[in-house]
């Protein structure tokens, strides 16, 4: 009779032993899945944060960044423009129809921040340096590189070889100017955009100005 006792009590305890490794066993994968999860969004959530700390909130310099780029690419879309019916060199109108493709889609993204920071975003009656009187540089001259009327007017006259010399000789000036500009930019900005773009900007048209001066007979 004891011994029956003995054997059903040691059952019982093996049953309750089992019973509660199961219970743990299925309570630490509740945890394990519960734990990946919470690590999982709290990855995420990391992701995030780290993004938007690497953009960085713009500063004033940003803002006057996009400002002043904006009319200045808007001028060089206009010179690049007269291209297509004035300019008798092959070489000189692939550039211009490059010029137009890689300079429309950043005014649109500069246009687009300006718009999310809540500031003016320049109109293309902006794009000449008279419309713009001391926009931006702490010395208050004009924007480096930007035509006056004047200057489009005699463009715009211009067909052939003429035009071509003078395009590209604008144009250099034109793109040493937005190489300044970007270059101010890349040392005091803080938007991470907006300094990436400055960047793209400086090496684009450095290579630019390098191409124009070899079609003028530069090295």
């Not at 001028?75 to 008798?88: F, G, I």
């Not at 692939?94 to 500069?110: F, G, H, N, V, Y």
């Not at 920071?117 to 480096?144: F, K, N, R």
């Amino acid at each position: 009779m004891r011994n029956t006792r003995t054997l059903t009590r040691r059952a019982v305890l093996v049953a309750a032993s089992v019973t509660a490794a199961l219970a743990l066993a299925a309570c630490g994968n509740d945890s394990g899945n519960s734990g990946s999860g919470h690590a999982g969004g709290h990855s995420s959530a990391s992701s995030s944060a780290s993004a938007d700390a690497t953009a960085g909130a713009p500063n004033a310099q940003d803002v006057s960044f996009a400002q002043g780029m904006i009319p200045h690419h808007q001028q060089a879309l206009e010179m690049a423009e007269l291209a297509a019916d004035r300019a008798s060199s092959a070489e000189v109108k692939d550039l211009a129809s490059r010029i137009e493709k890689a300079q429309d889609p950043e005014i649109k993204t500069m246009s687009g921040w300006l718009t999310s920071w809540g500031e003016d975003v320049p109109t293309s009656s902006d794009s000449t340096a008279e419309s713009m009187p001391g926009m931006d540089h702490s010395d208050g001259s004009a924007m480096p590189g930007m035509m006056d009327g004047s200057d489009m007017d005699e463009l715009e006259k211009a067909s052939g070889t003429d035009f071509d010399t003078m395009f590209l000789t604008m144009m250099i000036e034109h793109h040493e100017g937005a190489v300044d500009m970007a270059t101010t930019e890349k040392t005091k900005g803080k938007y991470g955009p907006a300094t990436s773009l400055a960047d793209d900007i400086i090496t684009a048209q450095t290579a630019e100005i390098s191409e124009m001066n070899k079609l003028l007979g530069k090295s």
